[in-house]
């Protein structure tokens, strides 16, 4: 029997692939999807076991789980009838720096409760550092770092003391993790909003001084108005200062490869100089990350607006949800288009390093919440959401997905 197999490094490579479909359009109206429904629900739960006898890969009414493997069960079922050709996915990541405004305004209660639009924001973005591969390196510039003064400009008002430089994230419990995270905990709401000199500051700064491979993302999160030009200059009041020359700069960053997505927070929609959103959502236009179907003056912007939403906490956590979920899904895995692929005898199995490895079980369901995996309605070879969760956050795990073995050779080999 020929074996048909695709083998993927699922860690990281999903960002891209869902990114890449968000383009500029000829006009806004066009904008293409940045997938902001509903976010991944992943699971961080137990790994279920399989339950009674063997494995069944069958393609329904098949048993939940998974089932570790030793190193010699690998090779035993990789034995089974199983040789033909291999392809392999090239390991991409992506590399993400946050702009989060710590302005005064966030101390204005958020809409739904919660606490403070910073108690807010800083939850849900904790929250939403968690369901980010290990692999995606990820960084953090806060703004403004002083006080801005009235009358006269502040240098510096944007540094490094507000800053963790981007380094991949590495699984739970690592130190970049925890920089992140300890960053955001002791963050001080501060006077001005040099959003300009932000941006700036992470593209060279963050961006432009990390090593590493993979594209380049910008996130930026604001309740509205700049209210200093670039340069530090003198506070505008709470009034806005230009924005178009921050949306330039969002516009020649996107031509050098770098995408800006764009959170509005509450606030955005009124100010002393009126609405802010439009130009948040020509920001995210021009950024490469416009909503389907969107208009830049409403009422469906092209960033993500969190105005409208009667409960903060829950808007900006799905709007983060959204973002990242397009991070982590390295989950789905096409077949062979060419040749016949007979559903009943598909194996998969997934290395985690280590000698470590299972055999991961086909649940019969789509969408699976728990350990497994399903073909989807596209027939795709969709991962479940808790194992997908531990395959991205898993440096270096690799996900083999075998068509045409012999199923009942495998089983044999649990007896």
């Known amino acids: ?84 050709t291999s392809t392999e996915a090239e390991q991409f990541p992506a590399v993400l720096e946050l702009v989060v405004d710590v302005s005064a ?61 981007i ?8 130190s970049q993790r925890a920089l992140l995270e300890d960053l955001l905990r002791r963050a001080t709401l501060r006077l001005g909003t040099p959003t300009h000199d932000a941006f700036e500051f992470a593209l060279e700064q963050g961006l432009g001084t990390y090593q590493g491979i993979g594209q380049r993302f910008m996130l930026v999160i604001t309740d509205g108005a700049p209210t200093q030009l670039q340069g530090c200059g003198v506070l505008n009041g709470a009034e806005s200062v230009a924005t178009d020359p ?57 960033h993500l607006d969190m105005t409208e939403a009667p409960d903060f906490s829950a808007a900006l956590t799905q709007g983060l949800g ?9 989950c789905t895995f096409d077949v062979p288009s060419d040749e016949d692929i007979n559903r009943a005898a598909t194996s998969l199995i997934i290395e985690w390093g280590f000698g ?18 399903s073909w989807n309605s596209s027939g795709q070879v969709q991962l479940c959401d808790a194992t997908c969760s531990r395959v991205n956050l898993t440096a270096g795990a690799r996900v083999s997905v075998s068509f045409d073995c012999d199923i009942q050779g495998i089983e044999e080999i649990f007896k």
């Open 322 to 330: 959204s973002i990242t979920a397009q991070v982590g899904n390295g």
């Open 246 to 302: 921050i949306v330039e700069s969002i516009a020649e960053a996107a031509a050098l490869g770098v995408r800006t997505f764009i959170i509005g927070s509450p606030g955005s929609e009124v100010s002393p100089s009126g609405d802010m959103r439009p130009w948040l959502s020509e920001a995210a236009f021009e950024g490469g990350t416009p909503l389907v179907g969107c208009s830049l003056n409403g009422p469906d912007f092209c």
């Open 105 to 165: 305004s966030m101390r204005d209660p958020a809409p739904g409760g919660g606490g403070t639009k910073w108690d807010v924001t800083q939850r849900a973005l904790i929250q939403a550092l968690e369901k980010i591969p290990a692999s995606v390196a990820v960084g953090l510039q806060l703004f403004p770092t002083s006080d801005a003064r009235n009358g006269r400009s502040n240098p510096g008002c944007v540094d490094a003391s507000g800053n963790v430089p």
């Open 356 to 373: 470590q490895a299972d055999l991961i079980l086909n649940t019969g369901n789509e969408p699976c919440s728990g350990d497994g995996w």
């Open 167 to 174: 380094e991949p994230l590495g699984p739970f419990g690592s």
């Open 1 to 84: 029997m020929q074996r048909r197999t695709l083998t993927s490094l699922a860690i990281g490579c999903g960002f891209l692939a869902a990114l890449a479909c968000s383009s500029n359009s000829e006009d806004a109206d066009g904008a293409d999807d940045m997938n902001t429904g509903d976010d991944l629900s992943f699971s961080t739960g137990g790994r279920a076991s399989g339950s009674g006898g063997g494995p069944t890969s069958g393609g329904g009414g098949a048993t939940n789980g998974s089932i570790a493997l030793t190193p010699a069960q690998v090779d035993s079922i990789r034995e089974q009838e199983c040789t033909g």
